[in-house]
């Protein structure tokens, strides 16, 4: 019995001891807790980088509500839903990527380029859906414009594409979907994301305006370690003056985003980067007074310097885009044979002329192209993905010129069937969509990647 009462004690008194060391090591806690600020992560890798964002973000809440005003209304519906994709945005981009998911993502390509819209909208964060619904475009001849249908589309089942997204008929201005893209691009090891731009107040004629997303993609690219440039669209009287002053807007408001790209030149100045596309619709001598360093409205020399890059489609643009005073050019399309930028059997030739004339050329690659949903009539143009070896193909050309960038067209522009993004198997009645099948719906993320360090390990061969 003795020794009974000795042991009960014994373990009494064990328990009293180890549960005022659990307190103990919990008020420690606690007042560490206390000690921190709120949005601290330990470990976290934008920290330093994310004090000037927490300035901008009251600039966001009312750049949002004047959009919203403008486009839709003012009712009570779409405020609150705008705010809260306000707020769900200062909660993310506080947050960066947990150390464990970093580590799983491949490390960006800053000269693997991707073209990027954001014009995609739906009821819930739109008040309508955007794109999705897109016309079916009459061909110009009437002749054969009378034998394909008329109309558009009617999401969410019937979309302006011939694939399906994994993520739906989505909105743009979905911090979820923003998020989930900048995932995705991110593990295809892509760098630079080009923005499709239209300037404050316009769009697409299918769209609406997109600038005042500019600061939340800037964001969430952050958050991924990725950097955002602009592909300029061919708005309405864009001319050298008006290219003047967007250029401007784009560089004092975004310019000192970290998530801004900047790329390195040969002579060590970080500049801005400009895609421009349709620039052949303006002459060479427009484009000079711009581009040109004795220009009657040059940026050349001044604070809104920059890299333009042209859009090369016929041959001759070659020697308009080198008059123009273009620092480069770009071949867009990912229909191997429609144009002659397009062909990859021209690239040797372009590099040698943009190697000749200090410019740079940069191909565009693509996993395919269909475009039928919009364009009934078009079916020549269709490129068929191969289970992915069009792709490869694409990529295993671009190499063989060894240049500086290589572009993707496209991350999603679902109407024309170049999308990397995620697409699954859909039916929608008599309608099949077409899909990734036998791969996985990120099949083409993969392949990316894959090139993304083929080209990273063959660049320093070239540079040796």
Same mark, same amino acid.
């Given at each position: 019995i003795l020794n009974y009462d000795i042991m009960a004690r014994f373990r009494r008194r064990t328990c009293i001891i180890l549960l005022l060391f659990i307190l103990f090591i919990c008020s420690i806690m606690m007042a560490l807790k206390t000690l921190r600020p709120d949005r601290a992560g330990f470990g976290d890798p934008f920290g330093l980088g994310l004090l000037p964002e927490l300035q901008q973000r009251p600039v966001l809440l009312d750049n949002k509500q004047s959009l919203l005003n403008r486009v839709h209304g003012d009712t009570v519906t779409h405020v609150s839903n705008l705010r809260s994709i306000a707020v769900n945005t200062m909660k993310a981009s506080m947050l960066p990527v947990n150390k464990l998911e970093e580590e799983e993502l491949s490390s960006p390509n800053y000269n693997f380029h991707i073209f990027y819209y954001s014009w995609f909208g739906n009821p819930q964060f739109d008040g309508k859906y955007i794109h999705w619904n897109h016309p079916l475009l009459p061909h110009w001849d009437p002749k054969i414009a009378n034998n394909y249908p008329k109309g558009r589309h009617n999401p969410p089942e019937d979309i302006g594409a011939n694939f399906y997204p994994e993520l739906g008929s989505y909105s743009s201005k979905d911090p979820s979907v923003i998020e989930a893209h900048m995932k995705q691009m991110r593990s295809a090891a892509t760098g630079v994301i080009v923005l499709s731009w239209y300037p404050p107040g316009m769009a697409d004629e299918n769209g609406e305006p997109t600038d005042d997303l500019v600061p939340v993609i800037l964001d969430y690219a952050h958050k991924y370690n990725l950097k955002v440039t602009f592909h300029i669209e061919p708005y309405k009287d864009r001319d050298d003056r008006s290219m003047y002053h967007n250029v401007k807007y784009i560089i004092d408001k975004y310019g000192g985003h970290p998530a801004f790209y900047r790329h390195k030149t040969s002579t060590g100045r970080f500049l801005p980067m400009f895609y421009v596309y349709d620039s052949y619709v303006t002459i060479p001598e427009i484009w000079a007074n711009l581009l040109t360093a004795s220009g009657s409205q040059t940026i050349r020399n001044t604070p809104y310097d920059a890299l333009f890059i042209a859009l090369l489609v016929e041959e001759r643009h070659k020697h308009d885009i080198h008059r123009s005073g273009f620092d480069g050019m770009y071949t867009y399309f990912a229909t191997n044979g429609f144009s002659y930028g397009s062909s990859h059997h021209n690239w040797a030739s372009l590099k040698a002329f943009c190697d000749s004339n200090n410019l740079m050329f940069i191909p565009s690659v693509g996993p395919g192209y269909i475009d039928t949903s919009i364009r009934p009539w078009n079916n020549h143009n269709t490129r068929n993905r191969v289970n992915g070896k069009y792709y490869e193909t694409a990529f295993s050309a671009a190499l063989l010129v060894r240049p500086e960038i290589i572009s993707i *067209? &496209?991350?999603?522009?679902?109407?024309?069937?170049? %999308?990397?993004? @995620?697409?699954?198997?859909?039916?929608?009645?008599?309608?099949? #969509?077409?899909? #990734?099948?036998?791969?996985?719906?990120?099949? #083409?993320?993969?392949? *990316? %990647? @894959?090139? &993304?360090?083929? #080209?990273? @390990?063959? %660049?320093? %061969?070239?540079?040796m």
């Open positions: *067209t &496209s991350f999603n522009e679902w109407h024309e069937g170049t %999308q990397i993004e @995620k697409a699954v198997p859909k039916r929608n009645g008599q309608v099949v #969509y077409l899909d #990734y099948k036998p791969h996985k719906p990120n099949v #083409y993320l993969e392949l *990316t %990647q @894959k090139w &993304s360090e083929k #080209y990273r @390990k063959e %660049q320093e %061969q070239w540079l």
